[in-house]
């Protein structure tokens, strides 16, 4: 796993491991909701800095917590794109808009991966 490990996995300090929020469950949704934005937050600058495989590994840890977070699910499927997994950005850009189906920046960027997968297909 990269650098970042989820708190249920060891990373930030163990805290989950050490079983410190087990009868506190509001306390335990704000540590998850901490790590969700910190993995979105890294999905997002890798993202710029063009490390596409990065992005979707963070995304990826966000997902795991909160399989339907709509940020983790655009900036996975935005790397996808970069990344030329067209079928992939595809599946993710669709359970995006299963969870938001009124979010128009999807569905545009929907239309284009399906573009680009079809001139894809042609060359192969």
Not at 31 to 44: G, K, P, R, S
Request: aromatic share 4%; with cysteine; net charge neutral.
């Amino acid at each position: 796993m990269g650098p970042l490990a989820p708190v249920d996995q060891g990373g930030p300090a163990g805290i989950l491991d050490k079983n410190l929020y087990k009868d506190k469950p509001d306390q335990l949704k704000e540590v998850h909701d901490m790590e969700i934005t910190v993995c979105n937050n890294m999905a997002q600058g890798s993202l710029k800095t063009g490390d596409w495989t990065k992005a979707v590994e963070y995304a990826d840890m966000a997902l795991r917590i909160e399989p339907n977070n709509a940020k983790a699910l655009w900036r996975k499927a935005s790397a996808q794109k970069a990344l030329l997994g067209y079928p992939e950005a595809m599946a993710t850009l669709e359970k995006l808009l299963q969870v938001e189906p009124a979010n128009a920046a999807a569905r545009a960027l929907l239309a284009e991966v399906r573009q680009l997968n079809e001139k894809s297909n042609r060359r192969d």
